[in-house]
């Protein structure tokens, strides 16, 4: 069986006028993250991670911020879609870890919500699932509250 690895990384900055969502859920804060879809960065950087895990390319590649298709897409309805290339190329999700960096707000009352939201996306178990969020301690843009970044690693597994 032969077993991949990938990374991906993403980050937002915070915008007033928008909602935070993070791992397919809606975060209450008085901001929200900055983009052309829904900017759901844990979102992105999973999506990255599975497409870099078979050096099938990034999202901007099938998403472009161009496309008006996708403004204020639902990133969880793209993982879905990207999932759906991995699973063609003959590969399946193993794991997935996905670390948000955020000063604000406080995200453990959503981690399990968001987990949920993830595997179902992925028709896996919510223990292929992981998802923490940290903080910088203030430093940086993330530590001072300009943006959020999300870093993700996942498994896939070849389809046998």
């Known amino acids: 069986m032969k ?10 900055k915070l915008a007033e006028g928008r909602r935070l969502v993070l791992c397919g859920v809606e975060i209450p804060h008085t901001l929200g993250l900055l983009g052309h879809s829904d900017a759901d960065a844990a979102v992105h ?11 099938l390319g990034d999202i901007g590649m099938y998403f472009p911020p161009s496309d008006a298709a996708y403004k204020d ?3 969880v309805e793209l993982l879905r879609l990207v999932y ?6 003959g590969y399946e999700l193993g794991n997935a870890d996905i670390t ?19 595997s179902d996306a992925l028709n896996t178990e919510s223990d292929n699932i992981s998802v923490k969020a940290t ?9 001072s509250g300009e943006g959020i970044a999300c870093h993700a690693v996942v498994t896939v597994t070849e389809i046998i």
């Open 84 to 89: 759906g290339i991995v699973k063609s190329n």
């Open 135 to 143: 903080t910088e301690e203030k430093m940086g843009f993330t530590g």
């Open 73 to 75: 897409a639902d990133s």
């Open 3 to 12: 077993i991949r690895i990938g990374h991906g990384y993403d980050a937002h």
């Open 45 to 55: 950087a999973l999506m990255d991670a599975l497409l870099g895990s078979l050096a």
């Open 100 to 118: 948000i960096i955020a000063q604000a707000p406080k995200l453990a009352p959503y981690i399990e919500q968001m987990r949920t939201r993830l």
